[in-house]
């Protein structure tokens, strides 16, 4: 299972960008997916997280700015990043919670992450 993330780039403070990050193939369950960053220097961290019943959960720096939002299948979610700030630059990546069926038939439960997608929101 890949996760492929898009939509980073240069924003200047106070402007708006959005990400999204598709799973590569086809998936029988979505328990969560979601979005963490890392800026440099710093520990990864919880942006915004959806779970399959639709219950969202934001890190307090971005609630009110950012909105995470998934298609029906949620196999491609999105982060809606409005009003951004200089400390919201670091590299984004994609999480997924996900449950698929092998060759086998055998269900295979994991956590998968995209590749990351630089973020940079200039002064």
């Known amino acids: 299972v890949q996760l492929q993330a898009c939509g980073g780039g240069l924003v200047q403070a106070g402007g708006s960008l959005r990400l999204s990050c598709s799973v590569s193939?086809?998936?029988?369950?979505?328990?969560?997916m979601g979005w963490h960053r890392q800026a440099p220097g710093k520990q990864r961290e919880l942006v915004a997280e959806?779970?399959?019943?639709?219950?969202?959960n934001y890190a307090d720096s971005v609630k009110g700015r950012f909105t995470i939002s998934a298609d029906n299948a949620k196999t491609t979610v999105y982060l809606q990043m409005n009003n951004v700030k200089p400390e919201d630059t670091a590299v984004y990546y994609c999480k997924g919670d996900l449950v698929y069926y092998n060759d086998d038939g055998a269900p295979v439960v994991g956590r998968y992450w995209g590749q990351g997608t630089q973020v940079t929101v200039s002064s």
């Open positions: 959806l779970s399959s019943g639709g219950m969202t």
């Open positions: 193939r086809k998936i029988s369950r979505v328990d969560a």
